[in-house]
């Protein structure tokens, strides 16, 4: 992003979160369905079907309401946000509207659709959590691997596409750090790493013990004072790192519209609401994020922790140090 670019958006989510003290994050869950079979996370096990999603006139509705509203960032997850046929023109909505796009995805599908998608994202959020076969097994899809590599590479021909590794750190997984940082190296993107979420009864023993997780992430830190492309800031790595809780402003800056579109403010690792608002055509987040309900919903989940995702632990703490962040990130 372009200097003056990055200024101008990071004064306007400033005003938007700062001084407005409303969401400029919005999260669009387009669909539930997904093509993986992961051992870390169980929603591809709850059944799904297109039926149950937002229209694409819904969804534009939507887009246009939340914007008038303040929102300056869509971002698309799921699921898997590929799954969705009309997926280019919710893009494409969006940024008629204005906003900044996001989307993250398991990259199964991107190699077929990378051209329809990458010219519309300004960032794609990609899940690699290991080098060749691990990786596969991980997310239960043969050649998942080499399908990810291939729509990373893809996304590189657009140069306004910040294209980036997302590594979900476990116990099978702990020794892919500097293979996926050197990869991340090769292809010429940054990479960031974060541990699982625990899901109980899904994937207890995938969970790092406190003391190989320290291990980790210092292995992590360690990689990027050498050069290596990690995006973490040192700040959220020390959280990452030791665990401690911190104080959440994700309920503060963003709200969540579900694919039926449900509204409401974060969720569980396990994919419950925190907190729900109600039908999106009953919600209008002009009045709604002004209200005392909203800021008491936000002050209690403050102290959720419930996750360690790299964009929630980098807008942790002092607001303004974290905006502050973000506008330094934001001109890489």
Known sequence: MRFREASRLSLAVARQAWIRRQPFLLYLKPTARCDCRCEVCDRWQRPSRPEEEMPLAAVEEMLARFRRAGCLVLALWGGEPLLRDDLPQILRAAKGLGYRTSMCTNCNRLPDRVDEVAPLLDTLLCSLDGHGDLHDRLRGVQGLFDRAVRGIEGARRFPGCDARIWAALNARNRDQIRPLAGLARELGVG?????????????????????????????????????????????????????????????????????????????????????????????????????????????????????????VVEMSGSLPRALAGMFLSRRR
Request: with cysteine.
């Open 191 to 311: 990479i960031e790493f974060f541990p699982i979420s625990p899901i109980a009864g899904h994937n207890d023993a995938l969970l790092l013990p406190p003391r190989e997780r320290e291990d980790a992430f210092a292995e992590v830190r360690e990689l990027r004072r050498h050069g290596f492309p990690v995006r973490n800031p040192y700040r959220a790595l020390e959280i990452m790192r030791t665990g401690r809780s911190f104080r959440c402003n994700f309920p503060r800056i963003s709200i969540h519209v579900d694919h039926r579109g449900t509204v409401h403010s974060c969720e569980d690792p396990q994919g419950t609401p925190l907190h729900a608002w109600g039908p999106c055509a009953e919600f209008d987040p002009a009045t709604v994020c002004r209200g005392d309900e909203f800021r008491r919903v936000t002050e209690r989940l403050a102290d959720c922790n419930g996750c360690r995702l790299p964009c």
